[in-house]
């Protein structure tokens, strides 16, 4: 239902693009969030997103560097990461919260996640 691409190696500094793809959900009746896990690390909020798109929220760690939006019409989710950094290597997924819950940090919130895709953000 939820599946991300995008993900890769790239130089400390580089950009890169996430997308998720939403099937089965009626997309537009849930906030998204992005989340993401490092070895040995619990996972972590990163970004969400309200239903409508009107309302975003970061992490402290990613604010002013990477952009959540989503394209309703297409059923598509982003995340446009800039400057990376070597601490944002991880596993990253997309999720879906039916509460709208674009507000809070905490995967609890979510109902539905995708598998996940590694970034890996070399020194």
């Known amino acids: 239902q939820l599946v991300e691409s995008g993900g890769g190696l790239v130089q400390a500094g580089g950009s890169l693009r996430l997308t998720c793809t939403v099937s089965?959900?009626?997309?537009?009746?849930?906030?998204m969030g992005w989340f993401r896990q490092a070895p040995g690390k619990e996972r972590e909020f990163v970004a969400a997103?309200?239903?409508?798109?009107?309302?975003?929220n970061y992490a402290d760690s990613v604010k002013g560097r990477f952009t959540i939006s989503r394209i309703n019409a297409m059923n598509t989710l982003y995340l446009q990461m800039s400057n990376l950094k070597p601490d944002d290597t991880g596993v990253y997924s997309c999720?879906?919260?039916?509460?709208?819950?674009?507000?809070?940090?905490?995967?609890?919130?979510?109902?539905?996640w995708g598998q996940g895709i590694q970034v890996t953000v070399s020194s």
């Open positions: 999720a879906a919260s039916g509460k709208n819950a674009w507000y809070s940090l905490r995967s609890a919130e979510y109902d539905h």
């Open positions: 997103i309200s239903m409508n798109g009107k309302d975003t």
């Open positions: 089965v959900l009626v997309f537009d009746t849930y906030a």
